[in-house]
């Protein structure tokens, strides 16, 4: 280890990161089974599913108060306090998000006229972009503690912003497939169709994709804490 990686250890705080994004992306990996599951109305699974990712979020909220309550403003740290703090909310975020979805999708039974058509695919996509978009964030924190440990110095810097590239990319098509999704929901005829599925898929689509824009923000501050 370098004597400049040494001086700017504060190993604490960034191993606390670690097992945070740990409990988040235990959330994130549940997205795509949760809309399986309310798409076959497996209500029993669902449920499974919403209580694992109340436990998860709820581990996830305590390891940031730790982080929070172990960062004074006196410690060393070898990137900004501020961009730090911000950088665990938005991570903090995604779980809440995945929350989100769950609780949306607890709230009544997918109408199998949905289930079975293609508007379901599209939601599966928009569901697709956004994990896809989460995990490459989280590839990001593993690269960063390289690069802490040895100094802030190499290729990894020019690797994390061609992450944070991608994860933009990804965020720009998930918001193109969430403007189309949103605009299959309004334009519903369909006289058998509850006011209530069309809000409910709303906050679904909605919950995806702030998960794409939380991947995009936390590449951001990634950006911030590794600038000349």
Not at 45 to 69: G, M, N, S, T
Not at 128 to 148: I, P, Q, T
Request: proline fraction near 3%; glycine fraction near 4%; charged fraction near 30%.
């Amino acid at each position: 280890m370098s004597i400049l990686a040494k001086l700017l250890g504060s190993h604490a705080p960034f191993e606390l990161l670690s097992k945070h994004l740990d409990k988040v992306m235990l959330c994130v990996d549940l997205v795509k089974p949760l809309l399986d599951a309310a798409s076959n109305q497996n209500q029993d699974e669902v449920k499974r599913i919403a209580e694992d990712v109340f436990r998860l979020e709820h581990e996830a909220d305590e390891i940031k108060l730790k982080i929070r309550d172990h960062l004074p403003k006196a410690t060393l740290l070898p990137v900004s306090r501020g961009d730090l703090l911000n950088y665990l909310k938005t991570q903090d975020n995604l779980a809440d998000n995945v929350e989100d979805l769950v609780l949306s999708v607890s709230q009544l039974r997918f109408p199998s006229c949905w289930t079975d058509g293609g508007m379901h695919d599209e939601l599966m996509a928009l569901a697709d972009y956004s994990v896809s978009a989460a995990k490459e964030a989280a590839n990001m924190l593993g690269r960063f503690e390289r690069l802490r440990m040895i100094g802030f110095a190499g290729d990894i810097i020019e690797e994390l912003r061609e992450i944070a590239n991608r994860i933009g990319q990804i965020e720009a098509k998930a918001d193109r497939k969430q403007f189309k999704l949103v605009q299959m929901v309004l334009e519903i005829q369909d006289p058998n169709w509850h006011f209530a599925y069309s809000y409910v898929l709303l906050q679904v689509i909605r919950s995806l994709g702030k998960m794409a824009d939380n991947a995009e923000s936390m590449g951001d501050y990634m950006r911030l804490m590794i600038a000349d």
